[in-house]
């Protein structure tokens, strides 16, 4: 069983900015290609952001680009999610995913692993 694992979250105020982070204790980190996806109340969960195995290549959706950065430190076996700019409209519960190999970084059915998810809540 793979777990991931992820602290963090929060409240912050609008403009601010936040930092999520997931590790998967135990395994072959740089193994997985990692994935951010959010769940608003009522709504589907939608594709956040994608990096993947070795950190070389980043993806993301159109309504978080230039605020939001995926990174990696395979030695620490974590990825990240940087928020800036942030809006009330990113108010969501944040998920870390993982997968080993594929390469439809947006298609949450590719991804075998989940983490429990983490609040963000963002004040206007």
């Known amino acids: 069983q793979v777990q991931l694992v992820e602290p963090g979250g929060g409240l912050v105020q609008a403009g601010g900015s936040l930092e999520l982070s997931c590790t998967i204790p135990?395994?072959?980190?740089?193994?997985?290609?990692m994935a951010w996806f959010r769940q608003a109340p009522g709504k589907e969960r939608d594709f956040v952001a994608a990096i993947t195995y070795s950190g070389r290549s980043t993806y993301y959706a159109d309504s978080v680009k230039g605020r939001f950065t995926i990174s990696r430190d395979n030695a620490k076996s974590t990825v990240y999610l940087q928020m800036n700019s942030l809006k009330p409209e990113d108010t969501a519960i944040y998920y870390c995913?993982?997968?080993?190999?594929?390469?439809?970084?947006?298609?949450?059915?590719?991804?075998?692993?989940w983490g429990q998810g983490t609040q963000v809540t963002v004040s206007s």
């Open positions: 135990g395994r072959t980190f740089s193994s997985y290609a």
């Open positions: 995913a993982a997968r080993i190999g594929g390469s439809d970084y947006e298609n949450r059915g590719s991804y075998n692993y």
